[in-house]
Structures are given as C-alpha cells and as structure tokens.
C-alpha cells in the first residue's frame, strides 16, 4: 500500500495520477532516505520518467535521464509503422532492410527495430540523448550531428525506412506547454519553428536523395499541421498519406519514393 502522506505531496504538487505515482516511486526505492530524494525531485517539477530513469513504450522500458525528451505513448503509432515497413521489405535475396531513426532521441523507434533483422541507424544533435539512446538501441549504429549530415554517405539512396518525430511545436506555443517539458526537456527537442514544420520541411528536402526507390519517410506530425507536413513531402516528389491513431493520439505522415526513375544525384550505385 502506498503512503498516503507521499501520495498527499505528489497530489498537492499537480500530479493528476498521484497513487499510481506514488507506488511507481516507491518501487524503485528501497529506503526511506532515497523515496525522500525522488519524491522531492517530482514535487519540484521534474517529468516522472527522468525520476524513475525510464518511460514505458510499446511494453518495453526505454533509459532516459534528466535534460532529454521523454517519448510520449503517440509515439508508438510511428514506431509500428516503421516495424511494419521494415517486415514488408525484408527478403531472403536481399541485404537487410536499412532504416533511420532521425531525431531519435533515446531512440524509442530504434529500440523497437534492432532486433527486427534490419540495419538500424540513429541520429540527434543530443550527446545525452545518444547516451540514453546507447543503452537502449544497442544493436543500431548512433550518429552525432544535424539531420542528414550525421549519416554515412554510403547510405545515400539506399535507405528504406527514415522514422523521425522532429519537434513540430510552433515557437508561440512553447509557453504553454506542461511544465515539464518547458522547463525540464531541451528547448531544440520541441520547437519547430513559427507554424511547427521547419524540421518536416528539411527532412522532407532531403529524403529522396537518401531513400531508396519505393523507400518511404515516416514523420510524426499533429492534425492540425498534418497538412503542412504533407505539403513539404510532396513538393520534394514523395506519394503521401496521413496515418492517424484515436487510441494513442498518434498523427504520421508517410511520404514515398516512387519505385521507378534514375537514383538522386551522388547516390552510390
């Protein structure tokens, strides 16, 4: 049974799920003295998954820390879409299906392919966020740098899947965000510019050249700014549609290379 005084605390701090809290916290202690050291980290304002050091994602649990973005469950919509594109490109007479994660993060769409019998790949500008990604993907090649930049050229082209949840919150509505992610998770992690689809637009710019033909770029995007997204795919010659989930709030917008066509420019053949 949890402490009713802890669950009083964790109530009078905001927290809506204050038992379920509560007992979480108590589980991943075994003194007093430590409970006392993380409640006070929840009280505080702190994301409950940095306390705990984990967050639950499609049955799993994925590492996170302090200062990194903490995946939300909508996510998951994107991550089965992905092990859904992989399965359906994976073939005896072929090489692995290669997918990227870019923006992963601590890598949740990584974590849930790189035993899926693919090449998996991972890229963020976050050393902390790789860190955790590490610990998570172990068997996906990790990149440090920006976009398309941090990835081996010799995946130009030959990329089957890219997965990215790039932030897509529009600078204006930073503010009124929960504050546990405004002021405990990286500000580059959430803004996506003025209308929210700056990231979409430059990871749409650059996916035919690093796809494969029929490859396809998964992104996930909201409702309200599907439309945006949508539009940048298609600009850069992608065949788009827009997969939604009620159940888990998950909007992805899918974009794909046509099959037919020469490879882009400076691909290997």
């Not at 500000?187 to 637009?201: N, T, Y």
């Amino acid at each position: 049974m949890t402490d009713p005084l802890v669950v009083a605390r964790l109530r009078a701090a905001g927290c809506v799920w204050a038992e379920d809290e509560a007992a979480a916290l108590e589980a991943a202690t075994s003194t007093p003295v430590e409970l006392e050291a993380l409640v006070a980290r929840r009280v505080a304002g702190e994301p409950l998954e940095a306390v705990l050091g984990w967050v639950e994602f499609l049955g799993r649990r994925l590492v996170v820390a302090p200062g990194v973005f903490v995946p939300r469950r909508r996510t998951e919509l994107l991550a089965r879409l992905a092990l859904a594109q992989v399965a359906d490109r994976r073939s005896a007479d072929e090489g692995p299906p290669v997918l990227v994660e870019m923006c992963c993060g601590v890598a949740p769409v990584a974590a849930v392919l790189d035993e899926r019998g693919a090449e998996v790949h991972a890229a963020d500008l976050s050393t902390d966020a790789l860190a955790c990604a590490r610990a998570n993907a172990q068997g996906a090649d990790l990149h440090l740098g920006d976009l398309y930049d941090a990835l081996p050229h010799r995946l130009l082209g030959h990329v089957d899947v890219i997965a990215a949840n790039a932030p897509y919150v529009p600078s204006g509505r930073i503010a009124t965000m929960p504050p546990e992610a405004r002021d405990h998770e990286p500000i580059v992690a959430l803004d996506g510019g003025p209308d929210g689809a700056d990231l979409h637009r430059r990871l749409a710019a650059g996916a035919a050249d690093w796809l494969a033909p029929g490859g396809v770029l998964l992104v996930e995007t909201s409702a309200a700014q599907s439309d945006l997204t949508i539009a940048a795919m298609a600009g850069s010659g992608l065949a788009t549609h827009v997969v939604t989930d009620d159940e888990v709030g998950g909007c992805v917008a899918l974009g794909e290379r046509p099959l037919s066509g020469s490879p882009p420019a400076g691909a290997p053949g």
